[in-house]
Nanobody
Framework: QVQLVESGGGLVQSGGSLRLSCVAS????????MGWFRQAPVKEREFVAA????????YYADSVKGRFTISRDNAKNSVYVQMNSLNPDDTAVYYCAAQRSFIGDSYLRSASYDYWGQGTQVTVFS
């Protein structure tokens, strides 16, 4: 059974930082591309960042470019997102997701991902 478990969310003041982690089990992690999405109340789930199987290709939403950094450690079956310069607009539940391979811009589309975590709440206050 595949499981993705996120951690690292919390309450942080505007301008602060958080590092989210996602640990995968039940799959061969290095065979999957990984992504982070977020969903704020009454909003649709949106793409945040993604990276290829060995991290050679990185993708970011314009809203987080320059502030967020995605990375992975295949030895630890883990993917991370370092979030700096947080602002209240970053408040959301953050989800990690796994996709067998990115085809074109499939990294952007939540429907393209095969597995999802349960999410971790990030709240940024001003």
């Amino acid at each position: 059974q595949v499981q993705l478990v996120e951690s690292g969310g919390g309450l942080v003041q505007s301008g602060g930082s958080l590092r989210l982690s996602c640990v995968a089990s039940g799959l061969t992690f290095s065979r999957y591309c990984m992504g982070w999405f977020r969903q704020a109340p009454v909003k649709e789930r949106e793409f945040v960042a993604a990276l290829s199987r060995f991290g050679a290709n990185l993708y970011y939403a314009d809203s987080v470019k320059g502030r967020f950094t995605i990375s992975r450690d295949n030895a630890k079956n883990s993917v991370y997102v370092q979030m700096n310069s947080l602002n209240p607009d970053d408040t959301a539940v953050y989800y990690c997701a796994a996709q067998r391979s990115f085809i074109g811009d499939s990294y952007l589309r939540s429907a393209s991902y095969d597995y999802w975590g349960q999410g971790t709440q990030v709240t940024v206050f001003s």
